[in-house]
C-alpha cells in the first residue's frame, strides 16, 4: 500500500518461466564507471541498513539494527553532497541512453533529498502508519529467518540490541517535541497499542506466548538443531526477551505517554514552523509534479462528482430504489456483502481471495509479455499489529528467494472488508499490482540497484490504482456489486485528493475530514475515520495514487491513438514497467520515445 517518497493456467505458468524482465548491458567505458559508482553507492546504503539486508533476504549483519541517531542523518546528508559532487563530473554525452536516464535519475533524486534535508524533523518519527517500535517486530518476525544457530544467536543479539536502539528513537522524537513538531494527540494511543501488545504474554504477563517470543519458538523448533541446542537458544532468547527488548519498549512507552499530555487535536501540518512550504515540497515529492495544493483539491472535487455519476449508474442496473447515500446504507449494512466475523468467516474470506488470485494470475498474461519469477500469497496481518495497521498492503520477497511476495489483509473487523471490495484490493496489491511492479523491477538484471529498489509513490500508487482498472477491462467484476466496489475505491482515492488538501493546506481540522468521508462514501464512519488519520500524519502521500493512475491513463490513450493497429496492450505495459520505478515527467518521456519508435517492444 505505503511507498515512500523518491527514494495463472498451465500456459500463463509457462509464459512466467519463458519470458524474463528485460537485460540491460553496459554499453559505453562511461557506462561502465558510472554503473560502479551506482553500485558502490548502493552498496554502502546497504552497509549503512541492517534491516534494509534483512528485508532484501541478505544474511550478513543480521545482529544488528539501523543507527538512527541525528549524527549518522547528517552524515547521509554530507555523503549525499559528495555524491553529487561525483556525479558532476561523469560525461553524460559519453553515456549510452538507458546510463544517460540512470544518470538523471540519480542526480534528481540527490538533489531532492538535499532539498528536503531541512524538513527532516518534520517527518513524524512514530506514527500509527509505521515506525522503529513496529519495523522491529515486523523485521524479527518476517524478514529473519532461522535455519542455524548463527541465525539464532543474531535474532537474540537484535533482541538485546533493541534497548539502545530505542533510546535513539526517544531521542528523535525529542529533537521533533523541542522543535514544537509533533503529531495530534490521537495518534498516540495508536501508537502505544502494538507496543503494549508485544509486551503481552510469556515471558511478560498473560497467557501463551508473546508474539516475539512464538516467532522466536516456533523458528527454532524448525531449524537443524539439537535439543540441547534448542532449550539453550530458547532460555538465551528469553532473557535477551526480558532485558533488552522489553527495556526498550518500556523506554518508548513511558516517553509517548509524557508526550501524548503535550500534544493537541490540530491534525494539519500547516501548524509546523514553515508547515505550507513543507506541505509543498511533500506534494511535489510524492507526485513527481510541480502541482499545487488548490489544482488538487479542485482535481479531487472534480473526480468525486464523476465517480459519483457512474455509482448511479451501477445503482439503476441493480434495480435499487433510493438515492445515492441509500444505497450506500444499503452496501453498508445488507448482511449478503460481509462474511461473519468469526473464524469461520475470516476463513471463507482468504478462500475468496485466494480463488481471485488464482483466477487473475491464469489470466496475466493477456496483460503482460514479462512476468515475475516470484510467487504471490495471502495473509490475514498478525494479530499484535493489526488493530493499528492498514486495511491491506503488499510485501514484496527477499532477493535470496526464500518467501513468496504476500497480499496481507487486516481481517481484525469483518464488517470493514466488505467482499465487494475484496477483487479490487487484490488486483491493487497482487497480481496486476504491486506484485507485478514490484518484481518485474527488483528482478531485472544489469540495471542500477538504486533503480531496481527505488520508491517513487506516484509510479507505483498510480500503477495499483491502475491495476484496479485493468480487470474491469478483461471482463471481470462481472457482478454489479464488485464493480460497484471497484468504484469505491476509486472514489476513496479521488476523496483523498480533496480530504489531504483540505487538512494541510486549507486548515480543516481532523472532524471536517471525516466528515466529507462520511458524505461522499459508501465506507463506515470507522474506515471514514482510519482513513483520514492515515492522510494527517502522511501529508501529500495520499494525492500520489490518483495523480499516478490518471498520468497512466494518458500515455496509454495517447499511445493507442498515435500507434493505432500497431497499439499492443502488453507492450504498453512492459514499457511502463520496464525501466523500474520513475518519476511521472520521464515515464511520459519514455513512453513518448516507445511511440515514437513503432510501439515495439523494448
Not at 524479527?140 to 542455524?148: D, F, V
Request: glycine share 6%.
Amino acid at each position: 500500500m505505503i511507498s515512500r517518497r523518491n527514494f495463472i493456467g498451465s500456459a500463463a505458468l509457462a509464459s512466467a518461466t519463458l519470458l524474463a524482465p528485460p537485460v540491460f548491458a553496459i554499453q559505453t567505458d562511461e557506462d561502465a564507471r558510472l554503473d560502479a559508482f551506482f553500485e558502490a553507492v548502493f552498496q554502502r546504503s546497504l552497509d549503512r541498513s541492517p534491516t534494509r539486508q534483512s528485508a532484501l533476504g541478505i544474511r550478513r549483519d543480521q545482529d544488528k539494527w539501523d543507527d538512527i541517531s541525528e549524527a549518522r542523518e547528517i552524515e547521509d546528508h554530507q555523503l549525499r553532497e559528495a555524491d553529487q559532487t561525483r556525479l558532476n563530473a561523469f560525461d553524460v554525452a559519453k553515456l549510452s541512453p538507458q546510463a544517460r536516464l540512470s544518470h538523471r535519475m540519480f542526480a534528481r533524486s540527490t538533489e531532492l533529498a538535499l532539498r528536503d534535508f531541512p524538513w527532516r524533523h518534520h517527518d513524524y518519527v512514530m506514527t500509527q502508519m509505521g515506525g522503529m517500535h513496529t519495523r522491529v517486530p515486523s523485521t524479527l518476525t518476517n524478514s529473519h529467518p532461522i535455519a542455524s544457530k548463527a541465525d539464532a544467536e543474531a535474532y537474540i543479539k537484535r533482541l538485546d540490541g533493541v534497548a539502545p536502539l530505542m533510546v535513539q528513537a526517544v531521542q528523535r522524537l525529542a529533537a521533533q517535541e523541542a522543535k514544537d513538531i509533533r503529531p495530534p494527540r490521537f495518534v498516540y494511543g495508536l501508537v502505544l497499542e502494538p507496543c503494549l501488545n508485544l509486551l503481552k504474554g510469556a515471558p511478560f504477563e498473560g497467557e501463551g506466548d508473546s508474539p516475539i517470543l512464538a516467532d522466536f519458538r516456533g523458528k527454532v523448533a524448525k531449524a537443524e538443531l539439537s535439543d540441547a541446542e534448542r532449550a539453550d537458544l530458547l532460555a538465551r532468547g528469553t532473557a535477551a526477551l526480558q532485558g533488552g527488548f522489553a527495556t526498550g519498549y518500556r523506554t518508548l512507552i513511558a516517553h509517548l505517554r509524557a508526550a501524548e499530555a503535550k500534544a493537541d487535536e490540530t491534525a494539519g501540518v500547516w501548524k509546523l514552523p514553515g508547515g505550507q512550504a513543507y506541505y509543498a515540497a511533500q506534494l511535489e515529492s510524492y507526485t513527481t509534479l510541480p502541482l499545487k495544493a488548490a489544482e488538487v483539491h479542485a482535481l479531487g472535487l472534480k473526480e468525486v462528482a464523476s465517480i459519483h455519476d457512474a455509482m448511479r449508474a451501477i445503482m439503476k442496473q441493480t434495480g435499487f430504489a433510493g438515492d445515492l447515500q441509500a444505497f450506500f446504507a444499503f452496501m453498508r449494512s445488507d448482511p449478503r456483502f460481509y462474511h461473519p466475523d468469526t473464524d469461520a468467516g475470516r476463513a471463507a474470506y482468504v478462500a475468496e481471495a485466494n480463488a481471485l488470485l488464482d483466477e487473475i494470475r491464469a489470466r496475466q498474461d493477456e496483460l503482460f509479455d514479462h512476468l515475475p519469477k516470484a510467487p504471490v500469497e495471502v495473509r490475514p496481518i498478525e494479530a499484535w499489529r493489526e488493530q493499528s495497521a492498514p486495511k491491506a498492503h503488499y510485501r514484496n520477497p527477499p532477493q535470496d528467494g526464500s518467501a513468496p511476495g504476500i497480499f496481507y489483509i487486516n481481517l481484525s473487523d469483518m464488517k470493514a472488508q466488505p467482499r465487494y471490495q475484496l477483487a479490487a484490493t487484490l488486483y491493487h496489491e497482487a497480481i496486476p499490482g504491486h506484485h507485478v511492479e514490484t518484481c518485474i523491477a527488483h528482478e531485472m538484471e544489469g540495471l542500477p540497484k538504486f533503480r531496481r529498489f527505488a520508491s517513487i509513490a506516484a509510479f507505483s500508487e498510480g500503477w495499483g490504482l491502475y491495476s484496479e482498472l485493468l480487470p474491469k477491462e478483461m471482463g471481470l467484476y462481472a457482478d454489479p456489486y464488485s464493480d460497484f466496489g471497484r468504484l469505491s475505491l476509486s472514489l476513496m482515492r479521488a476523496c483523498r485528493l480533496v480530504v489531504d488538501t483540505g487538512i494541510h493546506s486549507l486548515q480543516w481540522t481532523r472532524e471536517q475530514g471525516i466528515a466529507y468521508f462520511d458524505a461522499n462514501m459508501p465506507s463506515s464512519h470507522y474506515d471514514n475515520q482510519r482513513e483520514v488519520e492515515r492522510y494527517i500524519v502522511i501529508p501529500g502521500q495520499a494525492t500520489s495514487y490518483y495523480i499516478g493512475m490518471q498520468k497512466i491513463i494518458e500515455l496509454r490513450s495517447r499511445a493507442r491513438e498515435r500507434l493505432g493497429d500497431r497499439f499492443d496492450l502488453r507492450r504498453f505495459h512492459d514499457i511502463t514497467l520496464g525501466a523500474g520505478p520513475l518519476p511521472l515527467p520521464l515515464l511520459d518521456e519514455r513512453i513518448d520515445a516507445w511511440i515514437a519508435g513503432g510501439g515495439q517492444s523494448a
